[in-house]
């Protein structure tokens, strides 16, 4: 099953992790975007969360995503994430807004 759900900051993001967490989800299943690569990066690091890498998207992809705008890489991170490509497209919306998005899926590996 994939939880998402969009917060506000990274202090609402971590209380929205532990809940996860108390679910069952380990760190590995959570994955965190921001629309700011710093930001993204900082924020997962803190929170101890997954980054979407070649893992997750295979090796073409990802070496795609290094030539696409940011709002096309973060639609594909977020559907190697467990999101359709509409989720993902929706999602980015949020993205644009300066919401976080948070994405568990104990699926993906």
Same mark, same amino acid.
């Given at each position: 099953m994939t939880v998402k759900m969009t917060v506000e900051n990274a202090l609402q993001a971590k209380s929205e992790i532990e809940k996860l967490e108390a679910q069952? &989800?380990? @760190? %590995?299943?959570? &994955? /965190?975007? $921001? @629309?700011?690569? +710093?930001?993204? +990066?900082? /924020?997962?690091k803190a929170l101890d969360t997954e980054e979407v890498g070649m893992k997750e998207q295979g090796f073409l992809d990802s070496m795609k995503n290094m030539t696409i705008s940011r709002g096309d890489?973060?639609? *594909?991170?977020? !559907? $190697? *994430?467990?999101?359709?490509?509409?989720? !993902?497209?929706? &999602?980015?919306? %949020?993205?644009?807004?300066? +919401?976080?998005?948070?994405? !568990?899926?104990?699926d993906v590996k």
């Open positions: 069952g &989800y380990t @760190h %590995e299943d959570i &994955y /965190i975007f $921001a @629309h700011d690569k +710093k930001r993204g +990066k900082d /924020i997962s890489e973060l639609r *594909a991170k977020m !559907a $190697a *994430a467990g999101l359709s490509d509409q989720e !993902a497209e929706q &999602y980015e919306e %949020e993205l644009d807004k300066g +919401k976080l998005v948070i994405i !568990a899926n104990k």
